[in-house]
């Protein structure tokens, strides 16, 4: 069965420090991949997506996501986070069947 | 451009009362769904809508009837609110063909006493 499992329930980092979130999946053959996020009160806004060719993708606000494979892996990370970054982020994948979602992994951003 | 629009935002309501959750889109999108969400769940399908016409059940349809009254509209329903029925509920449209990109709407709160 397909799933998506995003281990970290919550993160915390500094402002300014680097971020990984990390998302595992589990499907049959080579997904469509994507990372939301949601801002409090807010719905789900599309940061990236991976459909196939260059397993390093860029998105909105200076996140990035490289697919792997060989570990079931899509791990989105961002080299210098800001404090607007604090929101809940999540995970999704599709392939032939409707969209599945992971858990979230709210992050805090310290001062 | 507004995007997907649900109404209401919030509603509180008693267990056994009825409600409609709207929800209208101005993308021209074929596909719509309804998704719930619950603290540490992620989202999940309730119903979704390939097409103008017709409506399909996703992971958690029980309790809930859904009408897709032209393209850009997709209702959902709920007969007889249960508190097990208490989330945060978000209308979705799929950039087509089946991208599995989704666009949302800003959600809308729902309370059962």
């Known amino acids: 069965a397909q799933s998506v499992t995003q281990p970290d329930i919550h993160i915390t980092v500094s402002e300014g420090a680097s971020l990984e979130l990390r998302c595992n999946y589990s499907?049959?053959?080579?997904?469509?991949l994507f990372w939301y996020v949601q801002s409090p009160g807010q719905g789900l806004q599309l940061l990236l997506k991976y459909f196939s060719g260059d397993t390093l993708v860029q998105g909105i606000k200076g996140f990035e996501a490289e697919f792997k494979r060989s570990q079931s892996s899509f791990n989105l990370r961002k080299p210098s986070v800001h404090w607007s970054d604090a929101a809940e982020y999540f995970c999704a994948l599709t392939g032939g069947f409707k969209t599945i979602f992971g858990a979230g992994t709210r992050l805090f951003v310290k001062a | 451009n507004a995007g997907v629009t649900q109404t209401p935002k919030f509603q509180v309501l008693k267990t056994g009362q009825s409600m409609t959750l709207q929800c209208a889109q101005d993308m021209n999108h074929n596909s719509m769904y309804w998704y719930r969400q619950d603290p540490g769940m992620g989202l999940r399908l309730i119903y979704y809508s390939a097409s103008e016409g017709t409506t399909d059940k996703g992971e958690v349809p029980n309790g809930y009837n859904v009408s897709r009254l032209n393209k850009r509209e997709f209702s959902l329903r709920l007969e007889s609110a249960a508190p097990s029925q208490t989330s945060v509920y978000f209308c979705a449209t799929e950039r087509e063909p089946d991208t599995g990109e989704l666009f949302f709407g800003e959600g809308s709160r729902l309370t059962v006493l």
């Open positions: 499907y049959g053959a080579t997904p469509y």
